[in-house]
Nanobody, 117 residues
Framework: QVQLVESGGGLVQAGGSLRLSCAAS????????MGWYRQAPGKERELVAR???????NYADSVKGRFTISRDNAKSTVYLQMNSLKPEDTAVYYC???????????WGQGTQVTVSS
């Protein structure tokens, strides 16, 4: 069983920055792919950024150049640095751990990010 605990959400003005963290329990963090997703009211959950076990990253077009995903395998933690935030970034942000070889997929409880204009 893997538990994911997110932190770092909050209220920020447009143009500001936040850093989200997601700490994972268990021993499979380093060999798993990690992702950040978000879900705004009335919308479907969407991928924001992903970092695979080898370190390669990919981003949604809407956040490229503003958000950076990183991971610290020693701390079993994945981060999402969010800069130049926009009101349209307002959503609940969810951490995801995925290991397709083991058929494992876990979600965190979500953290609210609200960007005021």
């Amino acid at each position: 069983q893997v538990q994911l605990v997110e932190s770092g959400g909050g209220l920020v003005q447009a143009g500001g920055s936040l850093r989200l963290s997601c700490a994972a329990s268990g021993s499979i963090f380093s060999i798993s792919n990690m992702g950040w997703y978000r879900q705004a009211p009335g919308k479907e959950r969407e991928l924001v950024a992903r970092i695979i076990s080898g370190g390669s990253t990919n981003y949604a077009d809407s956040v490229k150049g503003r958000f950076t995903i990183s991971r610290d395998n020693a701390k079993s933690t994945v981060y999402l640095q969010m800069n130049s935030l926009k009101p349209e970034d307002t959503a609940v942000y969810y951490c995801n751990l995925n290991n397709p070889r083991w058929g494992i997929n876990y979600w965190g409880q979500g953290t609210q990010v609200t960007v005021s204009s």
